[in-house]
């Protein structure tokens, strides 16, 4: 059964917070393309492993534009789905197969996740479309699964719509999503999640939608107050998947402010054993000190003071470690740039933790963590953007700042060069492309060519050096470049 990762809130924060309003939508982040060989974990822990939605034991990866152009939509929102071999299809809801039909501002794709969810051997992706009018509910969104075959995704079956089973109680319906094993039901399962309130529903659909719901502690509202991100990776080691909760501190009165754990067990989520953690918008779990247990690595602390992401800090990574009873939040690490060894230094708007992924980049049998800092201005050029690649100490004791590196679009091997506002590092994503043992890092860069977005898979080399011929674009997929899609905000896992 596919393990899975977060559904990750957009980068930098304030794409992501015009987008909330704008849409109703939740950007998230992860994976691209593998060209060829399987592409297999090169640790036990690594953050996921591929999807494989035609079942030939390469890697493939599903891409989102959702603010693309369809049929003169502004913002209807495209998926593209590279299946490992190079081939390449891009879905909308104007495609054969595929629930509903593509309106302004629907967001298809605005969050995405891969499981098995019908237990068939093949993979299957679970898109939402946050702002699609629901009869006469407007933005009420909606879900749906695009079933894997033989012949990739929507493979001559059409495509299943979620039911939601609280309509009345929320809008943006698919605006979080997540998927794991949370229970001993045969399959994988999906959990949805909306801005504006608290309770997450939990479904299973190998044989009919049988729903549970989970309510995090988190403060709920009609002002977009509610489910900010979900992950799900396992914390405790006891083969369940726990969900990781990103929501809105009820006794604070700016919210933005908590992170928390829910185990899961054979009846599924439990919100009795929660356990609160640090601040941030993003999290991570894989194993980083080899003690079996997965940890929860945390993206962009701010001022709590004034509720502004960024707005004291450049950002920063907490690492909470895992234990049997789940992670350990009395004694958290903390990394940041002004941490020793870390290139360049914290500054306001950095976004430094904005985007993280964990995974072997130089194939030492240790995680590596690449952190996303898509608001870092370069010599003079603002919001450029940059990645960090924190290495996992060479004893197995953890993620250390010692010998990071810094890399931009200026770096020798990335193409193109540093610009204002192309946001390099608005999504990060960890995957050993060419099955060679090392991780390769996927970059986002959503403001690339003025908001079409852009993708560079840069392969991790024998000399410890990242580098990419070419990046990805909205015409290598025959993504529309009106208005501002923003390719590479999203990516499926």
Do not use: C
């Not at 908001?451 to 070419?470: E, I, R």
């Amino acid at each position: 059964m596919a393990k899975h990762r977060r559904t990750p809130a957009p980068s930098p924060t304030r794409l992501r917070l015009a987008m909330a309003t704008a849409t109703a939508a939740a950007l998230t982040g992860g994976v691209f393309v593998a060209t060829a060989g399987t592409a297999t974990a090169a640790t036990t822990g690594v953050a996921a492993s591929d999807a494989d939605f035609n079942g030939d034991g390469l890697a493939d990866v599903a891409t989102s534009a959702p603010l693309a152009y369809v049929a003169g939509h502004a913002g209807a929102g495209q998926v593209s789905v590279l299946y490992g071999g190079g081939k390449h299809v891009t879905i909308s809801q104007n495609s054969t197969g595929v629930p509903g039909s593509a309106e302004t501002n629907d967001g298809f794709g605005s969050a995405t996740a891969y499981g098995d969810f019908n237990g068939d051997g093949y993979d299957d992706l679970v898109v939402g479309t946050p702002g699609e009018d629901v009869g006469t509910d407007k933005d009420g969104g909606t879900a749906a699964i695009l079933w894997g075959s033989a012949n990739g995704l929507n493979g001559g079956k059409s495509g299943k719509t979620l039911t939601d089973p609280r309509a009345s109680k929320h809008d943006a319906f698919g605006a979080r999503l997540a998927a794991g094993d949370f229970g001993d039901v045969g399959t994988d399962q999906i959990a949805v999640g909306t801005p504006n309130s608290a309770t997450i529903d939990i479904g299973s659909v190998s044989v009919d939608e049988t729903w549970r719901t989970a309510t995090a502690p988190v403060q709920s509202g009609t002002d977009g107050v509610g489910i900010h991100n979900l992950h799900s990776g396992d914390v405790n080691g006891d083969g369940i998947d726990d969900l990781l909760v990103n929501g809105y501190e009820a006794d604070s009165d700016m919210g933005w402010n908590a992170n928390y754990y829910l185990p899961g067990s054979n009846t599924g989520i439990r919100t009795s054993g929660a356990v609160k953690l640090p601040a941030g918008v993003i999290t991570d779990v894989g194993d980083v000190d080899g003690d079996g247990f997965g940890d929860v690595v945390i993206g962009l602390e701010w001022d709590t003071d004034s509720g502004v992401p960024g707005a004291q800090l450049g950002g920063a990574v907490k690492i909470a470690h895992g234990s049997a009873t789940g992670p350990v939040a009395s004694a958290v690490q903390t990394i940041d740039q002004d941490t020793s060894g870390v290139p360049g230094g914290g500054e306001t708007g950095d976004d430094f933790g904005g985007e993280l992924d964990l995974g072997d980049v130089n194939g030492d049998g240790h995680l590596d963590l690449v952190v996303g800092s898509a608001g870092e201005n370069l010599d003079g050029v603002s919001d450029a953007g940059a990645i960090t690649v924190l290495y996992g100490a060479a004893d197995g004791s953890g993620i250390t700042g010692a010998g990071a590196k810094l890399y931009s679009q200026n770096t020798p091997g990335v193409p193109n060069s540093d610009e204002k506002n192309d946001n390099f590092g608005s999504d990060v994503h960890i995957d050993d492309l060419n099955d060679d043992g090392r991780g390769d890092v996927i970059v986002g860069a959503v403001g690339e060519n003025g908001g079409n977005g852009a993708v560079y898979a840069l392969t991790s080399k024998a000399d410890d050096t990242l580098s990419a011929s070419a990046g990805t674009y909205v015409s290598t997929l025959g993504i529309s470049s009106s208005g501002t899609p923003l390719l590479g905000v999203n990516f499926a896992d």
